[in-house]
Structures are given as structure tokens and as C-alpha cells.
């Protein structure tokens, strides 16, 4: 059974800087096609990063540059690095994984799906 456990957020000012930690176990879970999200009440879950399949790091526009997506495949860990955060970071932050099977059945690549998510962390970014 694949678990995902988020840690690592706050109540920080604008210009601050919070780290992220998603610890997974199990074993079925792809060690790429992992991102993280961002729930905010009243709008759609945002993808803020994720690793591809070729392991790059992908962002969305709101976090370019600020956000830093990293994963430990010996620890079974995926960081996100925020710096510079803004109120609009404000948010429930939730990381997902992919399937080993769901990887291997789109030829190697990201089905664009994850089949596994934690509970969240929540991030608040006052001004």
C-alpha cells in the first residue's frame, strides 16, 4: 500500500521561504511522475511542480523561479523549496505520485494522471 505524508508547512510573512517534505513508502509508486499541488478553497487544484518522466523539474508559471522540486529516491522523499512567498502561495499543499504500472502502460512517460495523493500541508502567506 503506497502512503504519502506531507510535512514542512506554516504561517510565514511575504518574502519568506518554507520547505516541503513528502515522505511516500510502499513500492508500487513511479520514482518520476510526482508533482506537487496547491488547494485553494473555491478553485481548482493547481499543479505547482513535478518531476517528468526524464526526471526534469517542471513548474508552473506562478512558481518559476521561486519553486524548487527535488526528490530522494533512496529516502523515498520529494522536497519542495518555496522562496519568495507571496499571499497568493496561500494554500493547501498536496503531493501525488504515479503508479509503476500506470508509468510502464504509457511507454516509459507521464499518463497525466496520479493515482496517489496525501493528506496535505498547509502553507499561509500573510502580507
Known amino acids: 500500500q503506497v502512503q504519502l505524508k506531507e510535512s514542512g508547512g506554516g504561517s510565514v510573512q511575504a518574502g519568506g521561504s518554507l520547505k516541503l517534505l513528502c515522505e511516500l513508502s510502499?513500492?508500487?509508486?513511479?520514482?518520476?511522475?510526482m508533482g506537487w499541488f496547491r488547494q485553494t478553497p473555491g478553485k481548482e487544484r493547481e499543479e505547482v511542480a513535478s518531476?517528468?518522466?526524464?526526471?526534469?523539474?517542471i513548474y508552473a508559471q506562478s512558481g518559476e523561479g521561486r519553486f524548487t522540486i527535488s526528490q530522494d529516491t533512496f529516502e523515498n522523499t520529494l522536497t519542495l523549496n518555496m522562496d519568495n512567498l507571496e499571499p497568493e502561495d496561500t494554500g493547501m499543499y498536496i503531493c501525488?505520485?504515479?503508479?509503476?504500472?500506470?508509468?510502464?502502460?504509457?511507454?516509459?512517460?507521464?499518463?497525466?494522471?496520479?493515482?496517489?495523493w496525501g493528506q496535505g500541508t498547509q502553507v499561509t502567506v500573510s502580507s
Open positions: 501525488a505520485a504515479t503508479s509503476i504500472v500506470a508509468v510502464v502502460s504509457s511507454g516509459g512517460k507521464c499518463p497525466g494522471r496520479y493515482d496517489y
Open positions: 510502499g513500492r508500487a509508486f513511479s520514482n518520476y511522475c
Open positions: 518531476i517528468g518522466s526524464d526526471g526534469t523539474p
